[in-house]
């Protein structure tokens, strides 16, 4: 794990990419409703993503996430709900499958370096 900052860990298994993609999100809450909703990711990395949500949800719970770029649906689950100072709810979630290529992205392996271009040369004319 590489240092991020002298008090925190970086805990994240993969790159995380400021990304916004169109998502369809549904769930059933546990009081019987089922929700349906159009949002937008915020971040996303290979094992899940953070997105805006205005209905209520927990922690825990089971979500079908669907890219509207390619179709794909995908199972996945709440794993943090924080509310902004704004009023909005932002909902990170992770898949419960490993190994999707769910965004349609390529992320570097864990731990490797950046990609570094040699500087241009000089060229006397």
């Known amino acids: 794990m590489s240092l991020l900052h002298f008090r925190f ?43 805006v949500l205005e209905e209520p949800i927990v922690v825990g719970q089971a979500l079908q996430m669907v890219n509207q770029n390619s179709g794909e649906a995908i199972e996945a689950k709440v794993v943090t709900v924080r509310k902004a100072r704004d009023g909005k709810t932002y909902v990170g979630f992770e898949f ?7 965004w349609r992205m390529h992320f570097p392996a864990p731990g490797a370096r950046p990609l570094r271009r040699p500087a241009p040369s000089k060229v006397l004319a």
């Open 9 to 51: 860990k970086e805990r994240r298994r993969t790159v995380r990419v400021a990304i916004t993609i169109g998502l369809t999100v549904r769930w059933a809450a546990p009081s019987g409703d089922v929700f349906s909703v159009k949002t937008q990711s915020q971040s996303v990395s290979q094992g899940g993503g953070l997105c």
């Open 96 to 102: 419960v499958e490993n190994g999707t290529n769910f």
